[in-house]
């Protein structure tokens, strides 16, 4: 039991080392330092300056070096500095996290709630004419990338009627009814294509419970079809299904990205763009490391706690 | 089977008609089953043995639907009740029991909260009472220190030991009658018998009258006070078991009394089988369904559709059981010609066996 | 007998599939391809001829999507920008379609230690998300065209290693695989003209997959401006293009919205049919002609 919770985190904790060292050495893996790149081809740059941004940044270090500072900054709460504004990273992500993370608790929170009846409703008569409907709008849902999808809902919603605001995020503490109205359209452009995905898995997970022999013995029980469906079918197939949080909050945060770009919110993922726009390595890696954790620690935690909640994995008396 | 019913059975199933899809799979099934009594089902895999218990209890699944008949249960027809209705008899009046005790428990509950629904959903009692019957139930059953295995998990449980939960289960609020869908065929030869001994020692302390499902007559022989032979979606003989097993009235049930083991056989001898497949469903054609594995089939077998009818005099079992009954134009019982039934037996199967 | 009954689950439309008629998400996907193909001949103008006579001229029989800004017409843009964007998406499937059989082949082969070091690579690369990823890659190595579609490509692999992998392992886990084996059969051989036919319609399925992903990806480097750089255009240049102007003419962003919304739903539903036990049976015998089917 402990074993097996000892594993899964030691898995992640390489995974998470093996991803800082593969952004670390694709991102320099070009001879040649990003200041160069970027200033090499400005006007009115010199040498000089060259160099001493280079050395400033730490860059005229060998790799392995340039890396265990980065790492062991982390581990310190030191992000180091932009290459270029010289503001320290960790204020620029402090500053940016909010937006991002409140996005993506939002979308994923709404996928789910549009998956999980949907999926109910779909699984009830599978082939009827309601799994045919919700089927068809969930392969709909599926083709929109979320940023398209967010282009189309400002048209609809901004550009026809008005309703909406098309860009812009206030703090939730500064004004809650404006944040949440800035975050309505951002958030179903991510849940449109995402929640489909647990839809689908959901609803195959319920059919096949429901085709099972212990569903069976519920209703030779005299349990009625929606005891029989939430309170023998769900759990059955909601268990395995939770795999489908990990992977939609990767999905999420990966949309979130381009979609606050669209929508105009300072989150990590227009701080990605930015970074990479301007090849500002040192904010570029800690955002994509800090996103890419995220990721794993949801995965991490779904794994657990689907090991947590299966008796059949749990061991003996939980 | 109208002379010697008795006046008011407790489960009565007409020419019940089950179909998959347009194609019929069960035909024209007919029993009764008196307040205690045990019916005897068997037949070969795909005999619609299953399909019939299942449809009974309601319990069948799309595309399988009941197209034509009557369940009488207590002179109520369960076939024109409405989901909710039938939920108060499930459980309460008929309960079942599964052939593959690995997988009829939900996985994800315990076992006491398995047993406890059973008796929540159809008497009011407290959680407490609940529990308290599911332990005595579980005791009932022969599950060692059942107060401490109510927090257990299935997968916990061994398969006999599973299937003994499925019987607290079905028997948890007293059904009158227990449809036994072959229990103890998924299990070892051993608890085999042990689990059987249970269901009939429970079964007579309960009065529960009960349909047993088995290809296996041994088994059936052991239980039942009478026998329904079902080969290819029809019942085609039904008598008393003590007469069944004694005069056997139809050829297939002949051929597959004697194809069943014996230990008293020598066994150097290859075993008995019946030559041939049964007839698929929806290519069935007028006539005897098992003619064209039958070594006394003739034109005359083909004719028409023959009717399950009267094959000899008064049994000499109890109650329903009365009258032997097969649908055969030529039942073993009538040719006094044909021999005592070794010989028959022997012919029967070793000519398929030559051929 | 009833089991034998419900098994046989009814094709959704059997004529169809007698005749040999691909379905409605092929053609139609073909379409698109022809038409983007063929956008000189289609086109009624240049994508780079400008009109500053008529900037945002409506939908009329000379422009029939109308014109952006600088009186470019609309519809020739698309199909010319849907060369580039399906050029990138196609060069990127291939090379992940390659190099991921290889990969994942080899790891289903080889097994031990080379499988687990080849397959925890894979799960590294798909711990970051795609599009970070590309982010980091487009930052290290530049937007050109080539590296657009290297960067894509190489990032879509290790989900085909993943699934080629996985179906290799089924495949050589039947009996006439190490039957093949045991009667002194090549494993090359026998990977390559019993192996990969039988395991071809679950890469195609992932390849579609890929294109879908592919498109997505080029879309969103090019909208926001780290993918195709103008002046060349693709379906994600023209998205960032008509964003700007959305409250003049939300029609300029909607068309290639609805160009990449419908290439996706398309290998959507293909990937779906490829991947679907009829479809796999159906490839098979076609990659396996007249010859002995195993059994």
Not at chain 1, 205 to 212: A, F, P, Q
Not at chain 2, 184 to 193: E, G, K
Not at chain 2, 327 to 348: E, Y
Not at chain 3, 149 to 159: D, E, V
């Amino acid at each position: 039991m402990v074993r097996y919770l000892i594993r899964r985190i030691a898995i992640s904790i390489v995974l998470l080392i093996a991803v800082s060292m593969l952004i670390f050495v694709v991102l320099r893996a070009l001879p040649g330092s990003p200041v160069t790149a970027r200033l090499g081809t400005s006007q009115g740059v010199t040498q000089e300056m060259i160099n001493r941004l280079t050395k400033s940044a730490g860059l005229d270090r060998p790799l392995a070096s340039q890396y265990l500072t980065w790492i062991s900054g982390i581990l310190h709460g030191n992000l180091g500095t932009s290459y270029f504004t010289g503001q320290p990273v960790s204020s620029l992500i402090g500053a940016a996290i909010g937006p991002t993370l409140e996005l993506t608790i939002i979308s994923v929170a709404l996928s789910v709630v549009i998956a999980v009846p949907a999926a109910i409703a779909s699984a009830r008569r599978p082939g009827g004419w309601l799994d045919g409907i919700i089927t068809a709008v969930s392969s709909a849902g599926m083709a929109f990338p979320p940023f398209v999808a967010g282009i189309v809902l400002i048209i609809i919603f901004s550009v026809q009627v008005h309703l909406l605001p098309a860009r812009g995020y206030v703090p939730f503490l500064t004004n809650p009814v404006q944040n949440l109205r800035d975050m309505i359209l951002p958030a179903i452009s991510l849940a449109v294509g995402a929640a489909p995905l647990v839809l689908r898995y959901l609803r195959n997970e319920l059919v096949t419970s429901l085709d099972s022999n212990y569903t069976r013995t519920a209703a030779g029980k005299g349990a009625s079809e929606a005891r029989v469906l939430l309170r023998h079918a769900l759990p059955n197939a909601t268990l395995p299904s939770l795999t489908m949080i990990g992977l939609i909050t990767g999905y999420t945060l990966g949309g979130s990205v381009i979609v606050e770009y669209a929508f105009g919110f300072s989150g990590l993922g227009a701080l990605s763009i930015q970074s990479a726009f301007n090849r500002d390595y040192a904010i570029l890696q800690s955002v994509v490391l800090l996103i890419s954790t995220l990721f794993i620690l949801v995965s991490l935690a779904v794994d657990l706690m689907s090991w947590r909640l299966d008796p059949r994995t749990r061991g003996r008396h939980g | 089977m109208t002379a010697a019913t008795p006046p008011a059975p407790l489960l009565d199933v007409r020419d019940l008609e089950v179909s998959v899809g347009k194609t019929p799979v069960v035909r024209s099934v007919s029993f009764q089953l008196a307040p205690g009594e045990r019916l005897g089902l068997v037949g070969e895999s795909g005999s619609g043995k299953t399909l019939t218990a299942l449809s009974v209890i309601g319990l069948h699944r799309a595309p399988v639907r009941v197209s034509g008949g009557q369940i009488l249960l207590n002179g109520t027809d369960l076939l024109a009740m409405r989901r909710r209705e039938i939920d108060k008899v499930r459980g309460a009046r008929i309960s079942m029991i599964y052939q593959d005790p690995a997988t009829s428990l939900d996985p994800l509950m315990t076992i006491g909260a398995q047993i406890t629904e059973a008796i929540r959903l159809h008497e009011p009692v407290s959680r407490a009472q609940a529990r308290n019957r599911a332990v005595e139930l579980l005791g009932d059953v022969g599950v060692p220190s059942p107060r401490e295995r109510l927090g257990a998990y299935p997968h916990e449980f061994s398969g006999g030991m599973r299937q003994r939960v499925m019987i607290a289960i079905a028997l948890a609020c007293q059904p009158e009658v227990l449809l036994c869908d072959e229990p103890t065929t998924a299990l070892d030869v051993t608890t085999q018998a042990l689990v059987l001994d249970l269901l009939d020692r429970l079964c007579r302390e309960h009065g529960v009258a009960s349909v047993l499902i088995t290809h296996d007559l041994a088994v059936a022989s052991g239980f039942c006070d009478k026998i329904a032979v079902m080969y290819a979606g029809q019942v085609v003989e039904q008598a008393a078991a003590a007469d069944f097993f004694e005069r056997p009235a139809h050829p297939y049930s002949a051929a597959l009394l004697s194809a069943s083991v014996d230990l008293a056989v020598d066994i150097s001898r290859p075993l008995p089988t019946i030559a041939g497949q049964p007839p698929v469903a929806g290519s069935l054609s007028a006539g005897c369904a098992f003619r064209s594995r039958c070594p006394y089939a003739d034109e005359a077998c083909a004719a028409g559709e023959i009717e399950l009818h009267s094959v000899g005099g008064p049994g000499i079992g109890g109650s329903t059981a009365g009258v032997a009954e097969a649908r055969c134009i030529r039942p073993l019982t009538d040719n006094a010609f044909r021999g005592n039934r070794g010989q028959q037996a022997a012919r029967l199967t070793q000519g398929v066996i030559d051929g | 007998m009833a089991e034998a009954v419900i098994a046989a689950t009814p094709v959704r439309d059997p004529r169809r599939a007698r005749l040999g008629i691909p379905p409605v998400s092929a053609l139609l996907l073909l379409l698109i391809v022809v038409l983007c193909v063929c956008a000189p001949l289609v086109a009624s103008a240049g994508p780079d001829q400008i009109d500053p006579t008529h900037p945002f001229a409506a939908a009329t029989g000379q422009h029939w999507l109308g014109t952006d800004e600088v009186g470019r017409d609309l519809l020739s843009r698309l199909l010319y920008g849907g060369r580039l964007s399906l050029m990138v998406c196609a060069g990127s499937v291939a090379l992940a379609f390659v190099l991921g059989t290889v990969w994942g082949v080899a790891a289903a082969d080889r097994g031990g230690w080379v499988d687990e070091i080849l397959m925890r690579g894979a799960d590294i690369a798909m711990a970051i998300p795609q599009i970070l990823f590309a982010l980091v890659c487009v930052a290290a190595f530049g937007a050109s065209l080539l590296s657009l579609t290297l960067i894509t490509g190489i990032l879509l692999t290790p989900s085909s290693a993943r699934m080629a992998r996985s179906v290799t392992i089924q495949e050589t886990g039947l009996d006439y695989y190490s039957a093949g084996i045991a009667y002194g059969a090549g494993k090359i051989r026998l990977l390559s003209t019993e192996v990969l036919p039988n395991i071809f319609p679950a890469l195609a399925s992932q390849a579609a997959i890929n294109a879908a992903s592919a498109i997505i990806l080029e879309a969103s480097l090019s909208f926001v401006g780290l993918g195709v750089q103008p002046p060349q255009t693709s379906w994600g240049v023209l998205l960032q293009q008509g964003y700007g102007y959305l409250y003049n003419d939300p029609s300029y962003a909607l068309a290639p919205a609805i160009m990449i919304l419908l290439t996706i739903l398309c290998l959507n539903l293909v990937a779906n049919r490829l991947s679907s036990p009829g479809a796999r049976r159906a490839a098979r015998r076609a990659a396996r002609g007249g010859r002995t089917v195993r059994k």
